[in-house]
DNA sequence: CTGGCGATTTATAACGATATAAACGTTGCC
DNA sequence: GGCAACGTTTATATCGTTATAAATCGCCAG
């Protein structure tokens, strides 16, 4: 409390006695004069040099302990050109119920302890996805970048991957060039969603997939396709609507299926929203869940605990997803890393 | 694109030719020596200042727009001491659905096109809530703080104000200053839930409420209390449980509930788990939503529109609320603003 | 006594921006 | 012609830090 105070009285005391003690924030001069050391050679105490006698950097470290002395950020910036920031790209407008809160979550466990910080960039859908990615290379806004809503030929991954600038996509590309990522194994997911309906006595599935540009559309179209193939069932791919849509028209497109005479009998939810969609559709139309029709859904928080009649989830888990991204980011930055250790998929 | 282009060829050209285009970032000694102005000169054609004729004030942005000249926000910031940069402080493991997500949404909005930057500062929740504020002060981390779960006598409040630092919360205080805050209407959204409950019909209510420390607890007990002793219908109000809980003890406890012979038939829902914990342990004991049990929840995500069967609820746009924090706390760092100008409620 | 070496410390400059005060060329007036 | 005043531009210093090169010291060998 008493160092942290910026109150009047430590403001007039400063003014009285040069300025040794709280009042103004602490710099490397301060300290300085508090020790009879030069500027030059704090920093370098604090820096932990070889060339300091030890003696020296344990004085200098004690003395800025006690006034709490801490670097002062933007200085550190314009010197060096580190920024200590870590920025997270995201279209906040997304609709995907705390998709960006949890990996927050993570990222910020991640981050906790060390030096950085973590700005959102926000990405407007009406640009283009590349823009924010560029203009934080571009102005070295931070010293790496976390994205999501990966392509299978990303655009920003090719850019980031030229430039030798660190960063970790969430979700993975086709590219020739490996790159580092984390992603959720949503091949697994639809597959082993897929085999658990069928296993459930489902005769004809059905999967509303994310927007098709996405990577991690293809790997669930392919997962669920396997096991469709493997077990012969029928099945029903939604053309005209993906996870992105709006919930009503996610429900609009079940509804229809459930009018027809050769309804779908299983679902494979890779979102929350929809799971509910088709819950909402079969109530509507006095079929039973897990009777008439049964359902696998994505779970990513704990809403589907409280959800009645219980629904079949494989878990996301986010926050780790968060937690890991920010880990391999840093190691990044730390210094060049095979490849091979930047890349996380997590499975079921 | 070419003026972006970092690449080889733009790097190669720009040690030729001093550094007049592409290659490294534009600096203000960059447009100096393009246009052959002196630095000082170029900063304050930038700025706009009368001093400088205006003939030349458009000449020199002419070219720092050509060669896309950014200010470097380092230099700013280290030589005005303005940081460009909202900070936004949140416990991320908060498990509110999507409730930061929103408010970032806001805030992203309200942003948009100014040089400020939204960082999240993580508040982890084994230390004092006022430690991160203190931080972002001290070391002028931010020009303007965001907080949320506001609380009757908040430290933060007390701190911020006696130091007349920028900052909104989401959130009233009940103390004898005035200060900046966004607030929903939870006194009006409790006493018309309860309400209604009672116009359907309900004859005892419940209410889970949010953390007794927290200042919409008391709003929303109140509102509660009113409707109630209106009316004059029992109720009863959870005493180890909030909607802070896990959302399984949520549930345990209205397990217990409608287990008791005089139980409950109306519930005010401050929270969408809440709201869905409810449901599970109607639909386990067998009772009819909308007929042996009444619900009224508040709706902060589009959730709800697809929950069977049919919820009613009450909207809280916290995307506005986000927006609104952003839009009040920039007018107040642009200048001293009456405080009274700087408070928004959300109605209903 | 001088030169030199190793161990420490320090002076200087620079990162990119801006506030301050000084300098500049032009004009008009006495 | 000299000088003040004006409109405009520029030189200088500074924010806090760190990389580089230089300086200082004691000490020992020659």
Redesign the interface.
């Known amino acids: 409390m008493s160092l ?1 105070d ?2 009047e009285r430590g403001r007039r005391a400063s003014r009285e006695r040069s300025a040794d003690r709280a009042g103004a ?1 602490p710099t490397l001069k301060t300290i300085a004069e508090l020790t009879g050391l030069a500027v030059t050679t704090v920093s370098r105490a604090l820096a932990d040099a070889p060339q300091i006698a030890l003696e020296t950097r344990m004085r200098v470290r004690q003395v800025a302990e006690e006034i709490g002395y ?1 670097p ?4 550190q ?2 010197r060096t050109g580190r ?1 200590n920031v870590i920025s997270l790209v ?1 279209d ?4 995907i ?5 949890s990996i ?2 993570g990222l ?2 991640a ?2 302890g060390t030096p950085y ?6 990405h ?1 859908s009406d640009t283009p996805a590349i823009d924010p990615v ?1 203009h934080i ?5 931070a010293d790496g970048i976390i994205f999501t809503r990966t392509e299978p030929a990303d655009e920003r991954v090719k850019l980031l991957v ?2 030798d600038f660190p960063f970790i996509c969430h979700g993975r590309t086709e590219l020739a060039t490996a790159h580092p990522y984390v992603d959720y194994d949503n091949y697994a997911f639809a597959y082993h969603a897929a085999r658990r309906l069928i296993a459930s006595g489902a005769t004809k599935l059905s999967i509303i997939l994310p927007p098709d540009r996405f990577t991690f559309a293809q790997h669930m179209r392919h997962g669920f396709m396997t096991a469709v193939r493997e077990e012969g069932v029928r099945f029903e791919i939604a053309k005209d609507v993906t996870l992105d849509s ?3 028209a996610i ?1 609009d497109y079940v509804y229809k299926q459930m009018a027809q005479a050769d309804r779908p009998d299983g679902f494979v939810c890779g979102g929350e ?1 929809s799971a ?2 088709v ?2 559709s079969a ?2 139309h006095d079929l039973e869940l897990g009777r008439d029709v049964h359902l696998v859904a994505k779970q990513t ?3 589907f ?5 219980r629904v079949e989830t494989i878990y996301e888990d986010l926050s780790e997803a968060g937690l890991l991204m920010g880990r391999l980011l840093l190691k990044r930055i730390g210094g060049p890393v095979p490849v091979g250790e930047l890349q996380a998929l997590q499975t079921l």
């Open positions: 942290d910026l109150g924030k801490m002062d950020r933007a200085a910036r314009l920024t995201l906040p407008h997304e609709e119920l705390g998709y960006a809160t927050i979550d910020s466990e981050l906790r910080h973590l700005v959102i960039t926000p407007f560029r290379m571009r102005n070295r806004m030229e430039h709006k919930s009503d429900r929203v509910m969609a819950m909402a109530y509507d928080s704990g809403l605990d409280q959800v009645r009649p």
